[in-house]
């Protein structure tokens, strides 16, 4: 599996961003599909998943209520849209796929993408 994140930025707080993953490679709708950001000086944390039906859904504390994760299994695609975004939500932002049986981890993703920077000013 192949994983192409997209839509980073810089937005002043408050405002909005979607990322989007599009996914090729090995059938998209058999994973779970993660987020998760990196700011500079910390460890990689978790922020959002979705399982393959969408049915299940996991969000970070800090993000809940903010951001919503959603996949289009038909265009093996995974979004990020966040809201309210805040100078703290600053980080590259990175997708994952695979199987984990803990999705707030990091184990048990196979897949992850290139990152894409997200940038609040305050």
């Known amino acids: 599996v192949q994983l192409q994140a997209s839509g980073g930025g810089l937005v002043q707080a408050g405002g909005s961003l979607r990322l989007s993953c599009a996914a090729s490679?090995?059938?998209?709708?058999?994973?779970?599909m993660g987020w998760f950001r990196q700011a500079p000086g910390k460890e990689r944390e978790f922020v959002a998943a979705?399982?393959?039906?969408?049915?299940?859904?996991y969000y970070a504390e800090p993000v809940n209520g903010r951001f919503t994760i959603s996949r289009d299994n038909a265009k093996n695609t995974v979004y990020l849209q966040m809201d309210s975004l805040k100078p703290e939500d600053t980080a590259v932002y990175y997708c994952?796929?695979?199987?984990?049986?803990?999705?707030?981890?990091?184990?048990?993703?196979?897949?992850w993408g290139q990152g894409t920077q997200v940038t609040v000013s305050s």
């Open positions: 994952a796929a695979g199987s984990p049986i803990v999705p707030s981890t990091h184990r048990g993703y196979d897949y």
């Open positions: 490679g090995r059938t998209f709708s058999s994973n779970v």
């Open positions: 979705i399982r393959s039906t969408g049915s299940t859904i």
